[in-house]
């Protein structure tokens, strides 16, 4: 194909094409949701026109191994773990009375709870390292992952994140087990938090989203859309949809024009709705903050660099290298003395048709956000998780002081 479009160069400018992303190879670790997430994004040189979910390009392995990554097993199943390990920490004790037990001692109740909150994060954190070691193990002798440094980073920024969760339901879960007496309640609080977590805010978000942050349909964005082509079609001088083999044939121009304002009135279009649809996400996202699970998937994506970041970054790249692109062709186009320039962003009737080598044409490559990049994106998730933790804490910590054990 490119050796076909190569033999015109005017066809290589205007010849739309896809950009569809690969899967990632550490997505063992977390899929970031990304086979939900728009995963082609088509352009020329002239423009960056849409983007859209394309399922026939996923690895056929990947969908099996997205339900058991790494991210899933810790917010699925680990979370839950901790909570059964947490709720009955001390309404356990308080209904056996060896709480009261415990506190004839001269022993401190901020070490009492502390040490109650750091065996179960070190009983559920040994799981979770047990079972990764046999994974990264499993995935290496079958030669799924390379264990390179940046592979082996990655895993320990996730070992580290989990961690976090991990810590936020344990800490949950003594909460539920401090306030109340019996284990059977403060056992159905924690399990109320983890569907709420869980369940709950992770399935409701398009709800929220289309009452909280609506905009406008896509129905509606693109009937607005026909009716201002139309208008332009009608306003249009005579003679603009004419043609012929000659280059310099006057109304070549008049069509280049026309071209060009219909793919600006779509531009504009695009321009103004595409932001609308990332804001509407991002403010769901905001939302689902309230949600540990969601607060360590972000973490998760943004560390990875997958997901809605990966996203957003190569539709800002590929906006960038687009008119990287439509200068280059812009520059060989100023040369051919047999070029009227008159630029056409859908056809090559008024620019230059002259050969070029398939190696000076400009090919889009994906460029992986760095350590640095990530560690920017990570920054607010991680503050939200280490807020939630220090009021979950404090809160469990205040409850448990003004405890009478008689």
Same mark, same amino acid.
């Given at each position: 194909?490119?050796?076909?479009?190569a033999?015109?160069?005017?066809?290589?400018?205007?010849?739309?094409? $896809?950009?569809v %992303?690969?899967?990632?190879?550490? $997505?063992?670790?977390?899929?970031?949701?990304?086979?939900y997430?728009?995963?082609?994004?088509?352009y020329?040189?002239?423009?960056?026109?849409?983007?859209s979910?394309?399922?026939?390009?996923?690895?056929?392995?990947?969908?099996?191994?997205?339900s058991?990554?790494?991210s899933?097993i810790?917010?699925?199943f680990?979370? /839950?773990?901790?909570l059964?390990?947490a709720f009955d920490?001390i309404s356990?004790e308080? !209904?056996?009375? %060896?709480?009261a037990?415990?506190?004839?001692n001269?022993?401190p109740?901020?070490?009492?709870?502390?040490?109650k909150l750091l065996?179960?994060?070190?009983?559920?954190?040994?799981?979770e390292l047990v079972g990764?070691?046999?994974?990264? /193990?499993i995935?290496?002798?079958?030669?799924q992952?390379q264990?390179?440094?940046g592979?082996?980073?990655?895993?320990?920024? /996730?070992?580290?994140i989990?961690?976090?969760?991990?810590?936020?339901f344990?800490?949950?879960g003594l909460?539920s087990?401090?306030v109340t007496?019996y284990s059977? #309640?403060?056992?159905?609080i924690s399990?109320?938090?983890?569907l709420?977590?869980?369940?709950?805010i992770?399935?409701?978000?398009?709800?929220?989203?289309?009452k909280?942050f609506?905009?406008? %349909?896509?129905? !509606?964005?693109?009937?607005k859309?026909?009716?201002?082509?139309?208008?332009?079609?009608?306003?249009?001088p005579?003679?603009?949809?004419?043609?012929?083999?000659?280059?310099?044939?006057?109304?070549?121009?008049?069509r280049?024009?026309?071209?060009?304002n219909l793919?600006?009135?779509?531009?504009?279009?695009?321009?103004?709705y595409?932001p609308?649809?990332?804001?509407?996400f !991002?403010q769901t996202?905001? /939302? %689902?903050?309230?949600?540990? #699970?969601?607060q360590?998937d972000y973490?998760n994506e943004?560390?990875?660099?997958?997901?809605y970041l990966?996203?957003?970054?190569?539709?800002?790249?590929l906006?960038?290298f687009q008119?990287?692109f439509?200068?280059?062709f812009?520059?060989?186009?100023?040369?051919?003395?047999d070029s009227?320039h008159?630029?056409?962003?859908y056809e090559?009737y008024?620019t230059?048709k002259?050969?070029?080598?398939i190696?000076?044409?400009?090919?889009?490559?994906e460029?992986?956000? $760095?350590?640095?990049?990530?560690?920017?994106?990570?920054?607010?998730y991680?503050?939200?998780?280490?807020?939630?933790?220090?009021?979950?804490?404090m809160?469990?910590?205040?409850?448990?002081?003004?405890?009478?054990?008689?």
């Amino acid at each position: 194909m490119l050796t076909k479009l190569a033999a015109n160069v005017s066809k290589v400018a205007t010849q739309r094409t $896809s950009f569809v %992303t690969s899967p990632r190879e550490n $997505s063992v670790i977390a899929d970031c949701k990304e086979s939900y997430l728009p995963n082609r994004i088509q352009y020329s040189a002239y423009n960056v026109f849409n983007y859209s979910v394309r399922h026939d390009s996923n690895n056929p392995l990947l969908s099996r191994g997205d339900s058991l990554s790494w991210s899933f097993i810790v917010s699925m199943f680990l979370s /839950f773990i901790t909570l059964l390990f947490a709720f009955d920490a001390i309404s356990g004790e308080k !209904e056996e009375w %060896t709480l009261a037990l415990v506190f004839s001692n001269p022993v401190p109740r901020r070490t009492f709870l502390c040490s109650k909150l750091l065996s179960i994060v070190t009983v559920v954190g040994m799981m979770e390292l047990v079972g990764i070691v046999i994974s990264l /193990f499993i995935l290496a002798v079958s030669g799924q992952v390379q264990l390179n440094g940046g592979f082996l980073m990655e895993t320990a920024g /996730f070992v580290v994140i989990s961690l976090l969760l991990i810590t936020t339901f344990a800490i949950f879960g003594l909460f539920s087990s401090v306030v109340t007496r019996y284990s059977n #309640i403060s056992l159905l609080i924690s399990l109320c938090f983890w569907l709420f977590a869980a369940v709950i805010i992770p399935n409701t978000s398009v709800f929220w989203a289309k009452k909280l942050f609506s905009i406008p %349909t896509s129905e !509606e964005v693109n009937q607005k859309r026909r009716e201002a082509s139309d208008d332009i079609n009608r306003n249009a001088p005579a003679g603009s949809w004419s043609s012929s083999s000659d280059p310099f044939y006057p109304r070549h121009e008049l069509r280049a024009n026309l071209y060009t304002n219909l793919m600006n009135n779509d531009k504009k279009f695009n321009d103004a709705y595409y932001p609308q649809q990332f804001r509407q996400f !991002e403010q769901t996202r905001n /939302f %689902t903050l309230l949600s540990p #699970i969601a607060q360590f998937d972000y973490m998760n994506e943004a560390f990875l660099g997958g997901g809605y970041l990966r996203f957003q970054k190569n539709w800002n790249d590929l906006h960038i290298f687009q008119e990287q692109f439509l200068q280059w062709f812009k520059d060989i186009d100023a040369k051919d003395t047999d070029s009227p320039h008159w630029y056409n962003p859908y056809e090559d009737y008024s620019t230059s048709k002259k050969p070029v080598a398939i190696d000076q044409i400009p090919q889009y490559q994906e460029q992986i956000a $760095s350590f640095g990049q990530r560690i920017e994106f990570i920054s607010g998730y991680l503050i939200a998780m280490i807020v939630t933790i220090a009021v979950l804490f404090m809160a469990c910590f205040y409850f448990f002081t003004r405890y009478d054990v008689r």
